[in-house]
């Protein structure tokens, strides 16, 4: 049957498709997820007649009673029954209410197991018809065993399906009477539960550093950085000077320089726009500096269960003033350490022409950084990491991807972050809460010295 079976159809638009596929199938496509019933009449005249609803409720009840490892690798265990469709004609069936129906089905097959029925319309054989579609949820470890909960009367002798009769759906595409051993197999399924997900998380190394970054500290650095940059024309206007006192009959022009075109109160104006741009951007320099600087937090994650399991993924949320940043690789140009995200310093006087390093062998520029692991982290009013899902072996541990933790000057000893994690493989999840140690505080300019330049 031409129908992709790794997902279930849940809107109009994929059960349409499901109601083609049928359409098109072979007379020996049904199968242990799908059913379906060329006419069925759930309101015949004689109404003592209840043979179409207890149709519904036998079927029902066999999907219901399937063995979850059975199920689970087509259409995510969902069962499904069509009727007013099969692969010899499309002729439809009458629509009711969806309340009236589940009314008429739901004293047959009780209230614990989880089905759903929906109308579907497709092109028939004479026109736009109606497809009725009941789904029925995938089985579980530790559910019952499901049983018709009320007789179901037949006009035809021997057709009564009588009540707690137990019907179990076959891979050959039939729904039976269960027999001793599939009541075996339903009763181990009754009490096999879902093991637990138990895991422990533990820090492993690394804490969370206070950085301050007092008003008189901004200013003092703004200072240097304006001292630093008003150097260059101080520099520029001694050369001039000296070069006027110069008599030499002849001076040596560089064919690689370019003259400097702004006038010195030109350049003070463009060293006052820089230092804004420092202010502005120093946040972003400080969470660059310590990503690069700092140790980072490393977790340890430990499966406690006899259970392997996939694709397990702890998330974190630290309240409160922090922010999480990925480890990263401070960066260099030549011998000096350079923060990315701060502007370039400016500087006055002529400048050498782009063509000459174009030509200059062995030039040096920004060492490019490896990306690290894949995490992603919110920062927006506190500090949300999904850290990378990992699998997890019965009894082993595996240690998390690495993150670097910047808090508020008034964290105190320690802060705590509460945690979450959930496997895709294992029901529910486990949470908890640890507590994260705080290093001494320290100021911004003491993070900035401390970035490592290469030698």
């Known amino acids: 049957m031409n129908f992709d079976v790794r997902m279930a159809p849940r809107n109009h638009a994929e059960l349409k498709k499901l109601v083609e596929a049928v359409r098109s199938a072979s007379m020996a496509d049904e199968t242990f997820w799908l059913e379906w019933k060329s006419d069925l009449d759930l309101n015949p005249e004689e109404k003592s007649d209840k043979s179409g609803r207890a149709h519904i409720a036998r079927a029902i009840i066999g999907f219901a009673n399937r063995i979850p490892d059975r199920v689970s690798g087509f259409v995510e265990g969902y069962g499904f029954l069509l009727a007013g469709v099969s692969p010899e004609d499309m002729n439809g069936v009458e629509q009711h209410d969806i309340t009236e129906l589940v009314r008429w089905i739901q004293p047959y097959v009780g209230d614990v197991i989880r089905w759903q029925p929906t109308y579907v319309e497709a092109e028939g054989e004479n026109g736009i018809v109606s497809i009725l579609v009941i789904t029925v949820d995938p089985p579980r470890w530790g559910d019952p065993i499901h049983c018709m909960r009320k007789q179901a009367p037949s006009p035809q ?3 009564s399906i009588p009540e707690a009769a137990i019907f179990v759906r076959r891979t050959n595409g039939t729904t039976d009477r269960a027999t ?7 009763g181990e399924r009754l009490t096999r539960r879902t093991p637990s997900l138990n895991l422990n ?8 550093t206070p950085v301050t970054c007092p008003e008189d500290e901004v200013s003092s650095w703004l200072g240097i950085l304006e001292k630093e940059a008003l150097e260059s024309l101080r520099e520029h206007q ?3 000077k000296r070069s006027l006192m110069f008599k030499a009959s002849a001076i040596y022009v560089d064919p690689f320089e370019i003259p400097e075109e702004r006038s010195p109160e030109q350049y003070k104006e463009d060293v006052k726009d820089y230092l804004a741009e420092c202010r502005a951007k120093l946040p972003e320099a400080i969470n660059e500096t310590a990503a690069a600087i700092l140790e980072p937090v490393v977790l340890r994650l430990t499966n406690l269960t006899d259970t392997p399991l996939l694709s397990v993924q702890v998330v974190l949320h630290i309240p409160g003033d922090v922010r999480a940043l990925e480890p990263e690789e401070a960066l260099h140009v030549e011998n000096e350490a350079f923060l990315q995200a701060l502007p370039s310093q400016p500087r006055y006087g002529p400048t050498r022409s782009p063509l000459l390093g174009a030509l200059s062998q062995g030039y040096a520029g920004i060492r490019h950084v490896q990306a690290g692991p894949s995490i992603e982290i919110d920062n927006s009013g506190s500090a949300l990491i999904h850290l990378s899902p990992v699998d997890l072996r019965p009894g082993r541990y595996v240690d998390l991807d690495p993150f670097v933790l910047v808090t508020g000057a008034d964290s ?9 994690a959930t496997s895709i493989n294992m029901d529910g999840s486990v949470t908890g809460q640890m507590p994260i140690p705080c290093r001494d505080r320290q100021s911004f300019l003491r993070l900035f010295a401390a970035i490592p330049s290469s030698d």
């Open 412 to 420: 105190g000893e320690s802060i705590t972050a509460e945690w979450t």
């Open 201 to 208: 998380l533990k820090i492993l190394s690394g804490a969370a």
């Open 157 to 159: 002798p021997g057709k």
């Open 238 to 240: 001694q050369r001039t």
């Open 180 to 186: 001793a051993a599939d009541i075996d197999a339903l």
